[in-house]
């Protein structure tokens, strides 16, 4: 598994090489490739968490890469409309934006 589309990983590395090869080897080529769970699953997770902690600044690859990895867009915005309930209001709107942004770029 690669790093998502969008992902700053390779102007990081000039400034911190071991943390991007660390994010790349540990993360994508290890967490992401265990069988537990499909990696389309770990995308939905994933952008859970990133909604709910307020990191959405890495929404925008993430969405993408869940929707690479077989999430549909109507269950992205099921997703971001449940979690509403349970992680706010506002973290709903600021998701839904980007998930429109991702669209956007794809239909382009």
């Known amino acids: 598994m ?5 992902a700053k990983g390779d102007e990081l590395a000039a400034l911190v090489p071991a943390f991007v090869e660390m994010t790349d080897r540990i993360l994508y080529e290890e967490v992401w490739e265990r069988e537990g769970l499909s990696k389309r699953d770990r995308s ?3 952008v859970a968490a ?4 307020n990191r959405h600044q890495q929404l925008e ?12 867009r109507e269950e992205m915005g099921e ?3 449940h979690l509403a309930f349970y992680a706010s209001w506002p973290a709903s709107v600021s998701a839904s934006r ?3 942004e991702v669209v956007k770029k794809r239909d382009g």
């Open 98 to 100: 980007t998930f429109l």
């Open 2 to 6: 690669k790093r998502p589309s969008g």
């Open 50 to 53: 990133l909604m709910t902690a």
């Open 44 to 46: 939905l997770l994933t």
């Open 61 to 72: 690859a993430h969405i993408g890469l869940a929707l690479d990895n077989g999430v549909t």
């Open 79 to 81: 997703a971001l409309l």
